[in-house]
C-alpha cells in the first residue's frame, strides 16, 4: 500500500517561508513523477510544482521564482520550499504521485498566509 504522508504547513506572514515535505512509502519512490497541488479557498485544485524521476521540475506561473520543488531518492521524500509566501498562496497543499497506470495522493497540509 502506498501513502503519501506531508508535513510542514503552518501560519506564516506574507513574505514568510515554509517548508513542505512528503514522504512515500510502500513503493519504489525514485522511479515516481511527483508533485504538489493546491486547493485554495473557492478555487479548483492546481498544480504548482512538479518533478520528474529524473528531476525535471515545471511550475505554475504564480509561484515561478518563489517556489522550490525537490526530491531525495534516498529518503523517500519530495520537498517544496515556499519563499516570499503570498496572501493568495493560502490552500490545502496535497502531494501527488504517479507511475505506470497508477497515482496517489496524500491528505494535505494546510498553509495560510496572513496579510
Known amino acids: 500500500q502506498v501513502q503519501l504522508v506531508e508535513s510542514g504547513g503552518g501560519l506564516v506572514q506574507a513574505g514568510g517561508s515554509l517548508r513542505l515535505s512528503c514522504v512515500v512509502s510502500?513503493?519504489?519512490?525514485?522511479?515516481?513523477?511527483m508533485g504538489w497541488y493546491r486547493q485554495a479557498p473557492g478555487k479548483e485544485r492546481e498544480m504548482v510544482a512538479s518533478i520528474s524521476r529524473f528531476g525535471v521540475t515545471n511550475y505554475a506561473n504564480s509561484v515561478k521564482g518563489r517556489f522550490t520543488i525537490s526530491r531525495d531518492n534516498a529518503k523517500n521524500t519530495v520537498y517544496l520550499q515556499m519563499d516570499s509566501l503570498k496572501s493568495e498562496d493560502t490552500g490545502v497543499f496535497c502531494c501527488?504521485?504517479?507511475?505506470?497506470?497508477?497515482?496517489?495522493w496524500g491528505q494535505g497540509t494546510q498553509v495560510t498566509v496572513s496579510s
Open positions: 510502500g513503493s519504489i519512490f525514485s522511479s515516481y513523477f
Open positions: 501527488y504521485a504517479r507511475t505506470i497506470g497508477r497515482e496517489y
